[in-house]
């Protein structure tokens, strides 16, 4: 799910859509925008520029590879009788986590492995502090947005099993 996310909605193409439905800075839709635009992939470094396109990219990727890693191991930290909370609190958290680490290093790679010409509409060099915090706040609130939705689902699959064995009922005997 969280592949065929990243895959489908943070492609250029629908991007391009999408920033005209949800251009109106103060709108209602600002949640709905982060949630759309963080993971974020760029195919023409031409088109974007280089800072972007390594940052943006280098972020969907650390974001995926995170993410992935760890829901695939949250059923097992997760003990069976913690119920389906515990799995959705994890799943919140773990992808909070995932997305708020891949933007700061992303940020960081980009800042450091770039020159600061090409950050420049991005990254003001002596604005540093805001650039990670809006990093960190804008991961965060992706991470909590996304990961409330994944938790919803994940734990809503612990609840309800589609292959859970029931007990065969026997027919009544007519004696």
């Given at each position: 799910?969280?592949v065929?996310?990243v895959?489908?909605v ?7 859509e ?45 974001f995926?590879l ?26 919140v ?48 609130m ?30 009544k005997?007519?004696?």
């Amino acid at each position: 799910m969280l592949v065929g996310f990243v895959l489908l909605v943070g492609n250029p193409w629908t991007y391009q859509e999408l920033a005209v439905a949800l251009s109106d800075p103060d709108s209602a839709f600002r949640v709905l925008d982060v949630m759309l635009t963080y993971p974020r992939w760029h195919v023409d470094v031409d088109r974007v520029g280089p800072f972007l396109f390594w940052f943006a990219n280098l972020r969907t990727v650390l974001f995926v590879l995170l993410a992935v890693a760890g829901l695939s191991r949250v059923s097992r930290w997760v003990n069976e009788a913690a119920g389906g909370v515990a799995l959705f609190v994890a799943t919140v958290g773990l992808t909070t986590l995932s997305a708020s680490i891949a933007g700061l290093v992303s940020g960081m790679v980009g800042v450091v492995l770039l020159d600061a010409g090409a950050a420049l509409p991005y990254y003001v060099p002596d604005q540093a502090e805001d650039f990670f915090l809006s990093q960190l706040g804008t991961s965060a609130m992706f991470g909590v947005l996304f990961g409330s939705v994944l938790g919803a689902v994940v734990a809503n699959q612990r609840r309800n099993p589609a292959n859970r064995e029931r007990p065969a009922r026997a027919p009544k005997s007519l004696w």
